[in-house]
């Protein structure tokens, strides 16, 4: 949908499960084997897999100022990450880092990759664009880090054409 780079690091697993969903059309690649082959999930794990990206894809919308209207979006993540305990290790360096006790499950993959991008200060920055139609997740990579689309070329040129139409309709 968008012509972003890949969010950088772990958040383009959280990336890659928001954009599973192609809002507009309906399609769910979690519905095809190849999809639930690139997450490493079973036929069991589907329903859990697409509740967490619903609930990831909340949170990008708030990241992007467009979340919901009350918190259960962000107590449903809450929720379900806390059933992914992170291990502190430390290398032989003296560095330090949070990996997921178990790392087979992908609600353990994604709070891992959350630890890592909030350590980095990129968390933020994974947004879903602001069109209805869309919500496709990316990285913000602006100066301000106030994108609002997936791409200007498509979701923000419509939104400013029905903006600019609804000026000339007034």
């Not at 305990?85 to 330090?96: E, F, H, Q």
């Not at 909030?118 to 920055?125: D, H, I, P, V, Y």
Request: glycine share 6%; hydrophobic share 45%.
């Amino acid at each position: 949908m968008n012509d972003r780079a890949p969010a950088p690091g772990e958040l383009a697993l959280i990336e890659s499960l928001v954009n599973t969903l192609d809002v507009e059309t309906g399609l769910d690649s979690l519905d095809t084997a190849a999809g639930r082959a690139s997450f490493a999930l079973g036929d069991g794990d589907i329903a859990a897999a697409k509740e967490l990206r619903e609930a990831l894809r909340a949170a990008c919308l708030a990241h992007a100022g467009h979340g919901p209207p009350d918190d259960s979006a962000a107590l449903d993540l809450d929720r379900l990450l806390a059933a992914a305990p992170l291990l502190l290790t430390v290398d032989a360096s003296g560095a330090a880092s949070l990996r997921p006790a178990d790392p087979v499950p992908l609600v353990s993959r994604v709070a891992a990759a959350i630890a890592e991008a909030m350590a980095e200060g990129t968390w933020l920055r994974l947004k879903a664009c602001e069109a209805e139609d869309c919500r496709w997740a990316y990285y913000d990579r602006s100066p301000a880090g106030r994108s609002r689309w997936c791409t200007m070329s498509v979701c923000g040129s419509r939104a400013k054409m029905r903006a600019y139409r609804a000026r000339q309709a007034r």
